[in-house]
């Protein structure tokens, strides 16, 4: 009796085991699934479907040239744009459409004839109305808040309509690039630097985040194949900011062309050996040579024959330079100028020793009025 116990014992719990393993067993085998499917499933996928949709070809047409005889018109693919409102705006580069007569929206096998708002050489940036376009509106992120390390999604059409609408992928490289130090001909100086690729054809495209929100329009690459000696160059590639893109947008849409701040000044470059003001020479610096009434120079302080010396506690010494802060400034804020001042300055002769001035400090609010 007590053996048939022990016997009925061991078989319950060889049954519990049996059982515990088989529901183990399929647990396993549904997460080793849940894993699977989840590792397989690209965390891009759902941005580029969003994004994709707003990514548009452009063409331009050159016009017609005349050889043996025979009249041609030449129209190639060039570049890439994004719908960035439902009333059927395009933001492209403003070199995708330089020169053109004639300007197209590719969608797909479909072409609309666009015209052209405005553009703006240098920011890069042109805006192309498409009337009766139907194409979703990309959905603008903010590109203040982006970091380094960020993903980065490139849309656009490298080398034409072949390709329309190709996905790179990588990541937010670097923040505030000034790429005039390349030869790049832009005032655009807080460029977003990617090595997510940007190929011939991309340019007035697309670069999203993550969330398949527009943060960019790419703008150019920096290329190097290695030949003479030169350093090889991959993965540099730069987009305008969207938050910039956006101001110069809604200018050239209002306005026609690009409203940029200003101080209210007609100034010159004073060039000089010397940094520091002397008894027989003016500082390198920019002169003030007029000052309008009424401007926010003139409310400030500021007086023709002033010598600026610093804007924002940066030492300036050409009026480019003057020009490129004060342009980086918004509608409204402030900077702080800091000029050498010298009594009867364009009365010195000559022969005469330079007095000695005083510095001055000024707090001028920017406008675009």
Sequence with gaps: MKNQRM?????????????????????????LTQQTTSTAQSPFKDAYAKASQSVVGIEISMGASIANGRIS???????????????????????VIEGAENIFIIVGEEEYPAE????????????????????????LGDSDQLS???????????????????????????????????????DVTNFIQT??????????????????????????????????????IEGIGFA????TVKDVADDLIEFGERQYPRIGVTIRDIESPSE????????RSVWVVEVEKGAPAEKAGIEANDLIIEIDGERVYTSTELQKIIRGHADGETVSITVYRIPNLTQI?????????????????????
């Design 148 to 186: 380094v390390g960020d993903w980065a999604l490139v849309i656009g059409n490298p080398l034409g309509s072949e390709f329309s609408n190709t996905l790179t992928v990588g990541v937010v490289s670097g923040l505030g690039r000034d790429v005039s130090s390349v030869g790049a001909d832009t």
């Design 116 to 139: 052209l708002v405005a553009t703006d050489a240098d920011s890069d940036v042109a805006v192309l109305l498409c009337e009766g376009l139907d194409v979703p509106a990309a959905t």
């Design 7 to 31: 016997t009925k014992r061991v078989g319950i719990i060889l049954a519990v085991l049996l059982l515990f393993s088989v529901f183990s067993s399929a647990s396993a085998q549904s997460l």
């Design 195 to 232: 090595n997510a690729e940007i190929n011939a054809g991309n340019s007035g495209g697309g670069l999203f985040n993550i969330n398949g929100e527009l943060v960019g329009i790419t703008s150019m690459k920096l290329s190097n194949n290695g030949y003479f000696g030169a350093a090889a």
């Design 276 to 283: 520091e003001p002397t008894k027989e020479m003016l500082p």
């Design 349 to 369: 002769r000559v022969d005469e020793d330079i007095p000695e001035g005083e510095y001055l400090t000024f707090d001028v609010e920017v406008s675009v009025n």
């Design 73 to 95: 018109s030449h129209t190639a693919f060039v570049g890439s744009g994004v719908v960035v409102s439902d009333d059927a705006y395009v933001v492209t580069n403003n070199h």
């Design 240 to 243: 305008i900011p969207i938050n």
